[in-house]
């Protein structure tokens, strides 16, 4: 179990042990369960991006095709944390911290969500954190579920669609960059950190 839990927080070893399947249901998981907030999204779609372009055998599928499979996973994982949320409701705010839950990240997000309103579902696609929880605060505070799925959409495609297709593009034009994956996944780590870490003192300043 621990060496499974190592392979999905490495981006590389999820593709390349798990092939398309894993990488979709990971999507999944960090968009719409509750402990799937330690998953490398972002890195994920980046590195899949990049493979499709440079490695097409490996993943198996074209690049519109890999896109669509990935906003789907997407959007059907934030509909997944929304009914939980509003299953839940409130008691999640009550609910004691385990190795795969901080109530920080409730808190964080929901400080978050109070700022920017609906626009938290589709900023937060970018954020670690941030978007494992968003729907699921969303539930809570049971937003309309047609205007839920709206800005579920928009983000979903924005989120993908921007990672992905700049990192498609850069493995057609650079071939060489995937010899350099590692250097990415961290600089996109700390670029992805930073905001997360400015709202997270944020909010514990306002508490």
Known sequence: MLDFLKTLTDPQSIIHLGGLW?????VFAETGLLVGFFLPGDSLIFISGLLCATKPDLLDVSF????????????IGNVFGYWFGRKVGDTLYNRKDSFFFRKQHVITTTAF????GGKALILGRFLPIIRTFAPIIAGVIKVDFKIFMLYNLIGAIAWIGSIGSIAYFLGKQYPGIENYLGYIVIGLIVITAIPVLITYLKSRNKK
Not at 22 to 26: E, I, N, P, R
Not at 64 to 75: N, P, Q
Not at 113 to 116: D, F, I, M
């Open 22 to 26: 894993l990488l979709l249901f990971v």
């Open 64 to 75: 519109i095709t890999l896109l669509s499979l990935l906003i789907l996973a997407a959007v």
């Open 113 to 116: 969500y109070e700022k920017h």
